[in-house]
């Protein structure tokens, strides 16, 4: 990408926040494991991650979230969410049905007939678990063709839906799972018309408020605000290029815009799990799972999807919660069962590849925090 500004890596060691320690086989565990993440060829700059138990919370961060400088990543530095935003679109969806506005079983041919008619048997369950079978929009060429040609430019969604309109599904809505961006978009477009407010005025009352999320916002531009951890790719050449500012977060809208902080994350993701955004009796479809659905990237152990969240089973046991990647950052934001324990972990560059090394690596490290978590 000639229109950014290569910087070299430089290596540094990794540095414990003070906090109520996790325990010192683990604290080392972790640490070993984020510098191997560091070390790692096309391993991210810098690394934070949190664990929360009851009242306490442990801090590990490491590397750099700004090359060149000595401000490793931080608490409440901001940062883009990628699609764990679709945790927040969800939240959204099941405040609307807990006021009955909203069925999970409504069609968005009911819902928003102004979009393809192929979409009109589709149900905002099948959107949120993704198996709904709408192309993503995010593998189409125009999308691609947006992205070389004026990443920083404001997409409107009437274009993000304009970029797969013509395409035939994936597959008959319900037959299988196949994680799409554009489920998230419609959710989001329906959520508009059915209370005549924008997404964004959704989120800051449906979410933001209710949880006090003071350090998270739904930016749809190229800004974010700071401090803020910057974002790199990975150059074969072991330089690294900031892409913090480059893309406008309008091409992901309700799937991926969402900017917060790791503490505000870890708050969210408890939150959500906690019963705080939604009735609790929504919680038996929000947890009612979908086999071989992974997230994207996956996340720790065996994933499965249910409304807008998945959850992670692994050998300590399964947490709830959403991964997310987008171009300079890589998420994980997950809590238990009640929203009493959480995890999160952030990288500044974007989700690595499935098979990768890199990927086993993060996934190690976040098994690792799942069975501190959720340790007794």
Request: hydrophobic letters at 35%.
């Amino acid at each position: 990408m000639t229109w950014a500004k290569r910087i070299a890596f430089i290596s540094v060691a990794l540095a414990l926040v003070p906090a109520a320690p996790a325990s010192g086989a683990t604290n080392e565990r972790l640490k070993r494991q984020m510098s191997e993440l560091l070390r790692a060829k096309g391993g991210p700059p810098g690394v934070i991650v949190t664990i929360r138990r009851g009242r306490q919370t442990t801090i590990l961060s490491g590397g750099r979230g700004l090359i060149g400088s000595d401000r490793r990543p931080r608490f409440r530095d901001h940062m883009r969410l990628a699609s764990v935003a679709k945790a927040f679109s969800g939240a959204v969806a099941l405040r609307l049905v807990g006021d009955r506005k909203l069925r999970l079983d409504d069609t968005v041919g009911k819902l928003r007939p102004d979009l393809p008619t192929a979409w009109h048997g589709v149900t905002v369950r099948r959107l949120l678990n993704h198996t709904s079978g709408l192309p993503d929009y995010t593998k189409s060429r125009p999308f691609f063709d947006q992205v070389e040609r004026d990443p920083g430019g404001f997409v409107p969604t009437s274009e993000i839906i304009s970029w797969v309109a013509g395409e035939a599904l994936d597959f008959p809505p319900g037959s299988r799972y196949g994680y799409s961006n554009t489920d998230n978009i419609v959710v989001g477009l329906i959520a508009e018309r059915l209370t005549g407010r924008s997404y964004g005025s959704l989120l800051r009352s449906f979410v933001f408020r209710r949880l006090r999320l003071n350090a998270t916002s739904f930016p749809t531009g190229t800004a974010l605000p700071g401090p803020f951890i910057h974002g790199y790719s990975a150059g074969d050449d072991g330089f690294y290029t900031d892409l913090s500012t480059l893309i406008s977060a309008s091409g992901a809208w309700a799937s991926g815009a969402v900017v917060s902080t790791p503490r505000d994350l870890g708050a969210f993701i408890r939150g959500n799990l906690g019963g705080r955004l939604f009735p609790r009796r929504l919680r038996r479809d929000q947890l009612r799972f979908v086999r071989g659905g992974n997230s994207d990237p996956p996340g720790p152990g065996t994933n499965s999807a249910g409304l807008a969240i998945f959850s992670y089973r692994t050998k300590c046991g399964t947490m709830y919660g959403h991964t997310g990647s987008f171009p300079g950052y890589a998420q994980f934001a997950a809590a238990s069962r009640h929203g009493t324990r959480s995890v999160t972990s952030s990288i500044n560059v974007a989700g690595p590849p499935v098979g990768s090394e890199l990927l086993a690596k993060l996934r190690a490290m976040q098994r690792t925090l799942v069975c501190e978590a959720l340790k007794r």
